[in-house]
Protein backbone atom coordinates (compact mmCIF):
# COMPACT_ATOMS: atom_id res chain seq x y z
CA UNK A 1 0.00 0.00 0.00
CA UNK A 2 1.01 3.56 -1.04
CA UNK A 3 0.77 6.66 1.01
CA UNK A 4 -1.11 9.28 -0.89
CA UNK A 5 -0.13 12.72 -0.48
CA UNK A 6 -2.87 15.03 0.19
CA UNK A 7 -2.21 19.24 -1.03
CA UNK A 8 -4.73 21.57 -0.16
CA UNK A 9 -5.46 23.78 -3.80
CA UNK A 10 -7.49 26.13 -2.98
CA UNK A 11 -10.03 27.31 -0.16
CA UNK A 12 -13.18 29.08 -1.44
CA UNK A 13 -15.69 31.03 -0.18
CA UNK A 14 -19.21 31.46 -1.95
CA UNK A 15 -20.15 35.08 -0.92
CA UNK A 16 -23.02 35.22 -2.35
CA UNK A 17 -24.45 31.82 -0.98
CA UNK A 18 -23.35 32.53 2.09
CA UNK A 19 -25.39 35.54 2.36
CA UNK A 20 -28.58 33.80 1.14
CA UNK A 21 -28.25 30.46 3.34
CA UNK A 22 -25.07 30.74 5.96
CA UNK A 23 -24.93 31.78 9.58
CA UNK A 24 -24.26 35.11 10.43
CA UNK A 25 -20.45 35.94 10.39
CA UNK A 26 -19.47 32.72 8.12
CA UNK A 27 -15.96 33.31 6.22
CA UNK A 28 -14.00 30.40 4.41
CA UNK A 29 -13.17 27.60 5.99
CA UNK A 30 -11.02 28.01 9.14
CA UNK A 31 -9.92 24.41 9.33
CA UNK A 32 -7.53 24.54 6.06
CA UNK A 33 -5.44 26.92 4.11
CA UNK A 34 -3.89 26.61 0.76
CA UNK A 35 -0.79 24.98 0.26
CA UNK A 36 -1.15 22.56 3.50
CA UNK A 37 0.38 18.88 3.14
CA UNK A 38 -1.27 16.19 4.24
CA UNK A 39 -0.18 12.25 4.09
CA UNK A 40 -2.73 9.23 4.59
CA UNK A 41 -3.39 5.54 3.66
CA UNK A 42 -6.60 4.14 5.00
CA UNK A 43 -6.71 6.41 7.95
CA UNK A 44 -7.65 10.02 8.32
CA UNK A 45 -4.06 12.42 9.02
CA UNK A 46 -4.17 14.34 11.94
CA UNK A 47 -5.19 17.94 11.15
CA UNK A 48 -7.42 17.30 8.06
CA UNK A 49 -10.84 18.18 8.53
CA UNK A 50 -13.68 15.06 9.81
CA UNK A 51 -16.31 16.26 6.86
CA UNK A 52 -13.31 16.46 4.01
CA UNK A 53 -12.07 12.99 4.75
CA UNK A 54 -15.85 11.63 4.38
CA UNK A 55 -15.72 13.16 0.99
CA UNK A 56 -12.29 12.25 -0.07
CA UNK A 57 -11.26 9.06 1.79
CA UNK A 58 -12.67 7.01 -1.15
CA UNK A 59 -10.19 8.34 -3.69
CA UNK A 60 -7.42 7.96 -1.00
CA UNK A 61 -8.26 4.66 -0.33
CA UNK A 62 -8.26 3.72 -4.41
CA UNK A 63 -4.69 5.66 -5.04
CA UNK A 64 -2.92 3.92 -2.01
CA UNK A 65 -4.66 0.19 -3.55
CA UNK A 66 -3.23 0.97 -6.91
CA UNK A 67 -5.58 2.76 -8.63
CA UNK A 68 -2.44 5.39 -8.79
CA UNK A 69 -1.64 2.90 -12.18
CA UNK A 70 -4.63 4.10 -14.39
CA UNK A 71 -6.39 7.18 -14.84
CA UNK A 72 -9.80 7.65 -12.70
CA UNK A 73 -13.10 6.94 -14.10
CA UNK A 74 -12.31 5.59 -17.52
CA UNK A 75 -10.00 8.39 -18.73
CA UNK A 76 -12.25 11.12 -18.64
CA UNK A 77 -12.39 13.19 -15.56
CA UNK A 78 -8.38 13.54 -14.88
CA UNK A 79 -5.65 13.09 -17.31
CA UNK A 80 -3.01 12.28 -14.95
CA UNK A 81 -2.01 8.89 -13.23
CA UNK A 82 -2.05 8.81 -9.67
CA UNK A 83 -3.70 11.68 -9.28
CA UNK A 84 -7.11 12.69 -8.28
CA UNK A 85 -8.67 16.79 -7.52
CA UNK A 86 -11.41 16.27 -5.10
CA UNK A 87 -13.53 18.86 -2.84
CA UNK A 88 -15.17 18.79 0.59
CA UNK A 89 -19.02 18.74 0.63
CA UNK A 90 -19.44 21.98 2.09
CA UNK A 91 -20.87 24.38 -0.64
CA UNK A 92 -20.22 27.34 1.13
CA UNK A 93 -16.60 27.34 1.78
CA UNK A 94 -15.35 24.41 -0.15
CA UNK A 95 -11.76 23.23 -0.17
CA UNK A 96 -10.24 22.28 -3.02
CA UNK A 97 -7.65 18.80 -2.71
CA UNK A 98 -4.97 17.29 -5.00
CA UNK A 99 -4.02 13.83 -4.13
CA UNK A 100 -1.01 11.99 -5.53
CA UNK A 101 0.03 8.65 -5.22
CA UNK A 102 3.51 8.04 -3.75
CA UNK A 103 6.27 5.70 -4.22
CA UNK A 104 6.70 5.56 -0.07
CA UNK A 105 5.31 2.28 1.10
CA UNK A 106 2.99 2.62 4.37
Not at 17 to 34: K, N, Q
Not at 47 to 57: N, P, Q, S
Not at 67 to 76: I, L, Q
Not at 83 to 105: H, M, W, Y
Request: charged share 25%; aromatic share 14%.
Amino acid sequence: MKKVKITVLRTMFNEDLAAEYGAEGLAACPFHREGQVFYADYAKPEGLCDEAWKAIYQYVFALAHGAGNVVFYYGDWIRKPGTAICSCNDGLRPVIFKLETTQEEE
